[in-house]
């Protein structure tokens, strides 16, 4: 399964989000300067986050984005599904039906659920799961743990416009 990168990025500004007053919003540009990134594209991935609920925004000359709701109510499943869609990763096609194979697997092969895409739709359903029980809370958390000053350096940075 692969993500794009949007999905990293919008993982880590709703974890630098997280650290900042909740009243506080912070523009897309400022996000983007945080981490070096363009500012057009990751603005791209902050509207998605939007049309989610994930963020809300305030627009104007002091506007920007915050959380939409609290940390420990947002999962990687959502950051990715907002980013990346819902889509399926894996679309069987049917192949087993086609050419010679198909006539080797006979009427049975057309009854018979594909063995291939069941494969992979449990591999998908529990990375799904897996990413649908992690919460942004528990990343900023863990983070937090590993260097304890990360949240106090985020917001003074944010808090330098």
């Known amino acids: 399964m ?8 919008a993982v880590h500004c709703c974890i630098n989000l997280s ?4 009243d506080k919003v912070v523009p897309a540009a400022r996000l983007a300067a945080f981490h070096d990134l363009p500012p057009a594209y990751l603005n791209k991935q902050m509207n998605a986050l939007g049309r989610a ?9 002091r506007g920007g984005y915050r959380l ?3 940390p420990d109510g ?4 959502d950051v990715a599904t907002a980013i990346d869609g819902a889509a399926q990763a894996f679309v069987c096609t049917g192949i087993r039906h086609n050419g010679p194979a198909g006539q080797i697997a006979g009427t049975a092969g057309h009854r018979t659920p594909c063995t291939v895409a069941q494969a992979f739709a449990g591999a998908e ?12 809370a528990e990343l900023a958390d863990t ?11 985020v917001r003074n940075w944010f ?3």
């Open 53 to 61: 609920g994930i963020v809300s925004s305030r627009s104007g000359p």
């Open 159 to 161: 808090d330098q416009d």
């Open 68 to 70: 939409g709701r609290e």
């Open 19 to 22: 650290w900042l007053s909740p």
């Open 143 to 153: 983070v937090r743990r590993m260097d304890p000053a990360a949240p106090h350096h």
């Open 125 to 136: 359903l529990a990375w799904r799961h897996r990413l649908a029980g992690r919460t942004i």
């Open 2 to 9: 692969k993500l794009r990168e949007g999905v990293e990025w």
């Open 74 to 77: 947002i999962s990687l499943m």
